[in-house]
Nanobody, 128 residues
Framework: VQLQASGGGLVNSGGSLRLSCAASGFSLYYYVIGWFRQAPGKEREGVSCISNSDDSTYYLDSVKGRFTISRDNAKNTVYLQIDDLKPEDTAVYYC??????????????????????WGQGTQVTVSS
């Protein structure tokens, strides 16, 4: 079971990025996928997650309207579109997965401890 996050980079404030989380060794179809970020000196926080049953999505309040999570089961990939980037979005972004039966998504979908499998991070840096 492997997750590979990619798509990070250095962008100007107001710019956009699309992060990808590609799975190998298992099908994302059966998993809830979350995106998390960790800035230097701060705790890891959940920014978004998506269910596998009905594609319900959840967002951290501070990113609503700017972040969009989506999944493409045929490509075994989950995306995080980030628009109107702000300097405070600077962080390492991680994707994570957990079997859908093992998480109460509406309550714990943005909690890092609820997730079982983690990919390596991708750095997002936003200059002001």
């Amino acid at each position: 079971v492997q997750l590979q996050a990619s798509g990070g980079g250095l962008v100007n404030s107001g710019g956009s990025l699309r992060l990808s989380c590609a799975a190998s060794g298992f099908s994302l179809y059966y998993y809830v996928i979350g995106w998390f970020r960790q800035a230097p000196g701060k705790e890891r926080e959940g920014v978004s997650c998506i269910s596998n049953s009905d594609d319900s999505t959840y967002y951290l309040d501070s990113v609503k309207g700017r972040f969009t999570i989506s999944r493409d089961n045929a490509k075994n990939t989950v995306y995080l579109q980030i628009d109107d980037l702000k300097p405070e979005d600077t962080a390492v972004y991680y994707c994570a997965a957990v079997e859908d039966a093992q998480i109460y998504i509406s309550r714990y979908g943005l909690s890092p401890i609820a997730y079982k499998y983690w990919g390596q991070g991708t750095q997002v840096t936003v200059s002001s």
